[in-house]
């Protein structure tokens, strides 16, 4: 973090930058698919989400092009300013806060229910967890698994994804079955459909499986699977349980929307640290059916397993999501700053005009390598149901653009070349199924996330300085 005094100055360079927008007319730069209108998109800073009250990114300098909240988001102010209140309280009276606080207490009820509010959900569908890691595996180590049972994933999973299912894979004889993403040539022109029957075609090895365990955005690629199709994949293939890891979607993407809705998944887990902008250490998980219980369902990592003893069937159960908040000492100030950014998307427009903004700064970057380097674009661009606000490509030579340079070397040096720009974006291992057989082959890609403080100034900062570094290689 920096000084406050250098926070200061990031915060006059917002307002003055502001004011500059409102007078030169942002519009005129609007690009095609329509940049949302609510805010003046400067620089790391945004409008107001409490009125009267400035809420703008100012911990993010002025001059850095921060291009990866993928990896992790920043904080807008009055997060920051709720986690800060909230730790000081808490060190003010521990006890009290830690037994009975109704935001920073370790039952999370008042927390529960704004974030089940904020999702449209009920507060027994949601438990407040500390990343999307976590999340998953209470959701895999909870089910109630049997040798040879089968589940179906895909090359593309994050190890908070493949980690416990090796483990039941390992000590009871899970049986696994990954499904390869087409190459980076194909997936960028597939179709939502297309896609989906390649992946998870209606073939008796796939049908009947107890779960199938995919991303709703995928960090490799930027593809987004839709929630609704693919509930319709999971019964069509008449699978038990949808388990999906919605990491790179929290804050990205609408989750209340008909098409990507979470209610259409058994368990959603995800973060508040990332797109969201909440703090580290927080996310959640999203359970549908509340009532479910042992022996369908154990809550690991709790400390309720006591209250299933002599559970009977009438449905007046412990609720699973409120065992499994239970678990002692957990980061409450974390989860109601993570409130608080879900105020901020509310105050801010909501999330539907987030994602908005958010997809058409990517379109932007899509464009831009779509124009000089087709070959090398991995996103898909065609369909526009699977975009993201996740762009991912091949570095080229500027002047040999039919190449994709796919080694890491390469994109690792683009990375830093551009961080001595003031300009973070990341690279990326991506499987390759061409290559083949050897699943611990990649190849490598540079990932740009456009998040909700970005602006398309920025977005054009890091064209011209990409053309600058690919000239150079
Ligand atoms: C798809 C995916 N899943 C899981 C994770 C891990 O997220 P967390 O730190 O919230 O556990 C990441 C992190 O980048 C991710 O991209």
Redesign the pocket.
């Known amino acids: 973090m920096q000084s406050s005094k250098t926070s200061t100055s990031n915060h006059k360079t917002f307002l003055s930058r502001r004011a500059f927008l409102k007078t030169a007319g942002l519009s005129s730069t609007a690009i095609a698919g329509g940049l949302a209108t609510k805010g003046a998109f400067a620089g790391n800073a945004l409008g107001s989400a409490a009125p009267g009250k400035q809420c703008g990114f100012y911990q993010l300098p002025g001059d850095f092009v921060y291009l990866n909240s993928?990896?992790e988001g920043s904080m807008p102010e009055c997060v920051l300013t709720n986690l800060q209140n909230n730790l000081l309280k808490w060190a003010s009276n521990p006890t009290w806060s830690y037994e009975l606080d109704q935001e920073l207490g370790k039952r999370q009820e008042l927390n529960r229910t704004q974030v089940a509010r904020f999702l449209g959900v009920g507060k027994d569908n949601i438990c407040l967890t500390?990343?999307?890691?976590?999340g998953?595996s209470m959701t895999i180590m909870g089910l109630n698994f049997r040798p040879n049972d089968k589940v179906i994933t895909t090359n593309h999973?994050?190890?908070?994804?493949i980690s416990p299912l090796q483990i039941l894979q390992a000590r009871q004889g899970l049986r696994l079955e990954t499904q390869s993403f087409p190459s980076p040539a194909l997936l960028g022109r597939m179709s939502m459909q297309e896609l989906l029957d390649t992946l998870f075609p209606n073939t008796p090895a796939l049908r009947g499986a107890k779960a199938l365990c995919v991303?709703h955005?995928?960090?490799t690629s930027g593809v987004r699977l839709p929630l609704q199709a693919l509930r319709e994949k999971a019964e069509e293939l008449n699978i038990s349980y949808l388990i999906v890891?919605g990491?790179?979607a929290m804050g990205m993407i609408d989750l209340s929307s008909r098409r990507d809705s979470i209610e259409n998944c058994d368990f959603y887990s995800?973060?508040g640290?990332?797109w969201l902008n909440g703090p580290p250490s927080t996310?959640l998980l999203y359970i549908r059916n509340a009532d479910i219980r042992p022996p369908e369902f154990y809550p690991v990592f709790s400390q309720r397993m006591g209250k299933y003893s002599d559970c009977d069937d009438d449905h007046s159960c412990f609720p699973i999501a409120k065992a499994l908040q239970v678990r002692g000492c957990s980061n409450t100030p974390g989860f109601a700053a993570m409130v608080r950014a879900m105020e901020f998307v509310e105050a801010e427009g909501g999330a539907a005009h987030i994602e908005k903004h958010i997809l058409s700064l990517s379109r932007e970057v899509k464009n831009f390598v779509l124009a000089r380097a087709p070959s090398c674009i991995i996103s898909p661009h065609v369909d526009t149901v699977l975009l993201s606000g996740l762009t991912t490509f091949f570095p080229f030579r500027w002047d040999r653009p039919e190449t994709p340079l796919t080694d890491k070397k390469t994109a690792d040096r683009v990375v830093k070349e551009l961080l001595a720009r003031k300009i973070q974006i990341r690279s990326i291992g991506i499987p390759n199924a061409d290559l083949l057989k050897h699943s611990s082959e990649k190849v490598y890609a540079l990932r740009v996330s456009t998040g909700y403080f970005n602006s398309v100034e920025q977005v054009g900062i890091l064209k011209n300085a990409l053309q600058e570094v690919l000239k150079g290689i």
């Not at 500390?130 to 976590?134: G, H, L, P, R």
Request: aromatic residues 4%; hydrophobic residues 25%.
């Open positions: 993928g990896t500390d990343n999307t890691t976590m998953l999973e994050h190890p908070a994804m991303s955005v995928y960090p890891d990491a790179q995800c973060p640290h990332k996310g």
